[in-house]
């Protein structure tokens, strides 16, 4: 009974937000269980060009480091915005949520190649906590019980949470300037004067995760409506 209510629960979970952390908690498990190490991991671009060992694209966006509070901390925010955006600005939009995905990785790849930035699970992280921050800019926000504040301050706030724990804001940065990209190409500039929209989801990715729009002028035949065919309706027997 208790396994069909944990995978009910499991199963009810967007599917890009299911995909994605379930991901990043096997990957850590796989680390904890020492059947891989991070070596096989992180990102290197001599490695990705040279050696061709390109699941490194990957695998640096899944590891959040040793099971510990940093691991905790950022899965519960991972899960939390991720689902909040795929069911909140992005409800019904799979291929172009799967787009920013992309978008944000391929962004951050580039930079993470200039700031040797090994792991971007948590810049990543921090991108979806920022657009879903200024998609929700009215939601008032609490901090652990100490800040009260508006969304869009909630990257900041996180930020300097790192700065006081010795992390290196990098990584902040790193997942604030991404976020404020897609965030500026996909809300701000297309409703500017002049402006227009530069980010479009690909129809390949529409093809393989929207389900395809029903045609407005489709008349169904009638056994494909409702109730099928009038079989004898109106008559009663003994009427």
Partial sequence: MAYQ?????YLQIPVVTRSYTTACVLTTA????????PFQLYFNPDLILRNYQVWRLITNFLFFGPVGFNFLFN????????RMLEEGSFRGRTADFVFMFLFGGFLMTIFGTFVNLVFLGQAFT????YIWSRRNPSV???FFGLLNFQAPFLPWVLMGFSLLLGNSIIVDLLGIAVGHVYYFLEDVFPNQPGGSRWLRTPSVLKMLFD??????????????????????EGQRLGG
């Fill in 5 to 9: 209510t944990i995978r009910q629960e």
């Fill in 211 to 232: 389900a395809p729009e029903e045609d407005a002028n489709y008349n169904p035949l009638p056994e494909d409506r409702p109730g099928g065919f009038a079989w004898g």
């Fill in 75 to 82: 899965m519960i925010f991972l899960y939390r915005y991720c």
């Fill in 30 to 37: 796989a680390v904890q269980l020492e059947l891989i190490t």
């Fill in 140 to 142: 008032r926000m609490n």
């Fill in 126 to 129: 921090i991108m979806l906590v």
